[in-house]
């Protein structure tokens, strides 16, 4: 089954939702929703685009939910699914409810069967969605996709060999000898940080290091522990860690335990291996004195903490306390991954200095410019695209207090950022630039609110310009599906917020939109990030991003796309504000 609907699939339900069920518009207009309705036709007018009437949003929907156009549990999906079944003949709706019955209840009268049918459980790809559809005669794909259970992220994994890789660049060769040779010389004092641009592939070369000097001691039951910010980054590792293993061509297999999300690990499962883990669960089992947790510190060979500028928080020293109460004080080997392109070198040193660490950084060829601007030698050799930055006025003024700043991250709450999101102004300076992007370049945006990456890729839509949403609420066999049509040019535009800054892989991203002000430097510098691969990594010459600034005043800290002017290839090209 296609995991998108084809535009036949499209045009039939398309005609059996508004020729054969007649459905009304109001309920069309609830899954919508009616404000952003009005929104959406008025921000068109704006751009002297053709109103949007009610086939065209229906089509828009049918297009934007995909495989989950019936699926949920609001009340205007509810709506729609007791409208299509009113639709049914009495002894087609008998039969549907004789084969999905109310779970205790006994139910003979036809017109009481719709509302348990419409409100039961949509389980996407189940028996009830799948017997829904059919009887329905609306294409299959409208079931969902579920996922196999092959494809499932289970707690542990054994890995075979073999599968075959890149080798390293000249200068990630040179990155792992060092790692080695650091590894090799101190053993369990090792204390490391390394240093790599993003998309330099830091990951890939801490793998290879740590795998290689580990191989021994996996089967001595030692655990390598990966320390991790979030689900995308843990899973960023494994696949990582299964390509170098089946790459080795070791002998033995290597298991591999997911430790985040909630998954837990049993102690008969304990065999040594590596633990790719999220440090908020490291911390709340060492609180809850796990048995398992403290069984993997008390074996541990080696511990790498991605993204180590996050382990200035207590969270790590409560990690590192426990594992000198159960190992000691000389611990095992910790090894720190940094990118800093956005930060200063007082923050790396300050990073180096908490660990006691070596640093560890590419040694590139003799040439003051490089000394310099470490970065121009990646870019020159094809490593890392050339950034172009745009700076757009929004033509927004706001008064920024303190409330409006989170204490912690020093970024900009929800609240705030619903603000902008709702400016009508801003939204249509937005849709303009973002059309005048050449047509079949992918795209990544970066909006402010869930509702607000929605309400932008319903305008692109309407005018023609593919795009779909992604945010933390999406089915993770959706946001795979989004991610590799979007890798596959299939979506022109891929908007999200609070996802898509870390352990996402799209290469041929060639345009980065910046939607949402933030004065977080590692939020910002991840987000760039994510077009960064040169083509010798399989990326793109160039990438452009764009910001869009708005008149914030009494902010106290600058905007964090103001301390990357050493970072772009050129001087950031401004354009000023003009009421369209």
Known sequence: MNAFPSEKDIEQTLTLLLDEYNVPDSIIKDMFGHQNFINLNSILHSLDKDKVEIRELTRMLIIEKGVYLFSGHDEAIRSLR??????????????????????????????????????????VGGAWPRDFVKTLGFPLVFSGISIPKSSSTEPVVDIEARKPVPPLADFQF????????????????????????????????????FIEWMQIRFSEGKYLIWIAQSEELCEQAISC??????EKEFPESLRIYRYFAGKRIQEDQLIGGVVVASIQQLYSRIMNE???????????????????????????????????????????????????????????????DQFQAYLIQPKLPPDSRYYKNPLLYFRNEGYLAKPRHIVYQSGSSIEINEDDVEEVEGDFKSEFLEVLANDESRNRTIIQHLLDIPEGKPTLIYACTVKHAEFLAS?????????????????????RMYIDAFKKGQIEFLLNYGVLTTGFDAPKT??????????????????????????????????????????????GKPLAYRRFNEFWDSEPQTNEYQPI
């Open 174 to 209: 040179g990155l792992k000898e060092r790692m080695l040779e650091v590894l090799n010389r101190q053993g369990d004092r090792t204390r490391c940080v390394v240093t790599l641009p993003t998309g330099g592939g830091k990951t890939r070369v801490a793998v290879e290091s």
């Open 459 to 479: 305008v692109l839509n309407a005018v023609g310009r593919k795009a779909a949403v992604i945010s933390a609420n999406t089915p993770k066999a959706t946001r």
């Open 510 to 555: 060639e345009y980065i939109v910046v939607c949402r002000p933030t004065t977080s430097v590692v939020l910002y510098e991840q987000i760039v990030g994510r077009g960064l691969r040169g083509p010798r990594f399989g990326g793109t010459d160039t990438c452009t991003i764009i910001d869009f600034a708005d008149n914030l005043t009494r902010l």
């Open 82 to 123: 007791s409208h299509l079944l009113r639709q049914l003949n009495t002894d087609a709706l008998e039969e549907l409810y004789k084969r999905n019955p109310a779970q205790g209840r006994t139910i003979n009268s036809p017109s009481y069967m719709i509302k348990p049918l419409s409100e039961k459980k949509w389980i």
């Open 241 to 246: 860690i299964i390509d170098m293993w089946q």
């Open 290 to 352: 796990d048995k398992v947790v403290n069984e993997l510190l008390k074996n541990c060979g080696a511990m790498i903490i991605d993204e180590a500028h996050h382990a200035v928080a207590p969270i790590y020293r409560t990690l590192l306390k426990k594992s000198e109460e159960l190992c000691g004080p000389e611990l095992f080997p910790i090894c720190g991954l940094t990118a800093t392109p956005g930060r200063s070198n007082e923050e790396t040193t300050m990073l180096v």
